[in-house]
């Protein structure tokens, strides 16, 4: 702290630890503002088939913008929010817009009809939890099948076997369940088959590495062998280039996702893109 002259704390505190507490309360209040004047944006990302080349899903992540029109990722408040309990609050908005969304999409006709959004364990743990995702989609007059939750794989570790029965229900009626950055979470095999999940979604640190690391080719390896044996869905997520998506679609990856292909992006851009995009693939 001594050696920081921009610093007027007191020099018994931590300036780090203070500053980081500061940051927390800072955006906690700010988050409570954001909740209420609508701060938020959804954005998506496709998610395409490695066998065809169509899109076949997209992911919703949330954006906050602030009154100034700048953009906070989500890295910078998501773990605040869930610290607080607020992400409760932001995944209702997410879940609401990302199924309005899917609605206006198939009064359009257009040629996506499957929606990802993210969960956390307090979602999950909220008491009405499996009522407040039927009823969005019964809102917007959604099939089951129209709709995905991701969750990580530490969630789906951690949360207990009340939480999972819910997970079963949602899966029961025909609802998509992912696990998000798979391969990082240590979970046992034996956990895996007792999870009521469609897809595993191969985390981009595997990704980022797997055309020049033998190490995390071969964790990609086993993943996309775990899923056949669970007749699983591959996605695999951060993908930058050719090379990796050579790679990935040679394992036998089902769908890709990365900024090789799309980056997140408004509704209406989401659209245009998808639009070119489709017509490139079926020429
Ligand atoms: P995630 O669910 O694993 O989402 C994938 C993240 O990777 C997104 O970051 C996406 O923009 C980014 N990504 C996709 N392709 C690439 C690529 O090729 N290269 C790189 N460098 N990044 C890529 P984003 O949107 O910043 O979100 C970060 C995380 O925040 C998400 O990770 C998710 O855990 C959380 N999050 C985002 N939206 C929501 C939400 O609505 N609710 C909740 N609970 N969490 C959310
Ligand atoms: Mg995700
Ligand atoms: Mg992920
Ligand atoms: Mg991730």
Request: aromatic share 4%; charged share 25%; glycine share 0%.
């Given at each position: 702290a001594l050696s920081n002259a921009r610093s007027t704390a007191p020099v018994f505190y931590s300036s780090d630890v203070q500053h980081e507490a500061l940051r927390f309360i800072r955006t906690q209040t700010r988050l409570y503002e954001a909740l209420e004047k609508r701060q938020f944006e959804l954005w998506y990302q496709p998610q395409l088939s490695f066998a065809t080349g169509q899109v076949v899903g997209v992911e919703a992540l949330v954006r906050w913008r602030l009154p100034g029109g700048q953009l906070v990722p989500p890295i910078e408040f998501i773990p605040v929010a869930e610290a607080t309990g607020q992400i409760v609050d932001i995944d209702r908005w997410v879940l609401d817009t990302a199924c309005a969304t899917m609605r206006g999409w198939q009064e359009r006709k257009f040629?996506?009809?499957?929606?990802?959004?993210?969960?956390?364990v307090a979602d999950v743990e909220t008491p009405d939890f499996v009522e407040l995702v039927q009823n969005a989609l019964s809102k917007h007059g959604l099939l089951?099948?129209?709709?995905e939750l991701e969750l990580t794989e530490s969630a789906l570790l951690e949360t207990g076997p009340a939480n999972l029965d819910k997970l079963h229900q949602l899966r029961t009626c025909g609802i998509r369940i992912a696990v998000d950055d798979f391969g990082t979470g240590y979970s046992s095999l034996g956990y895996l088959h007792k999870l009521p999940v469609t897809t595993l979604k191969i985390?981009?640190?595997?990704?980022?590495?797997?055309?020049?690391?033998?190490t995390d080719a071969a964790?990609?390896?086993t993943i996309i062998w775990l899923a056949r044996k669970f007749k699983l869905e591959t996605v695999a997520e951060g993908v930058e280039n050719q090379a990796q998506a050579d790679v990935l679609k040679a394992r036998g990856v089902d769908i890709a996702q990365g900024f090789f292909?799309?980056?997140?992006?408004?509704?209406?851009?989401l659209r245009e893109w998808v639009e070119v995009h489709q017509?490139?693939?079926s020429d």
């Open positions: 040629a996506v009809s499957r929606i990802s959004v993210n969960v956390t089951p099948s129209n709709l985390d981009k640190t595997f990704v980022d590495h797997v055309v020049r690391s033998p964790i990609a390896e292909y799309a980056r997140p992006m408004p509704e209406r851009e017509n490139k693939v």
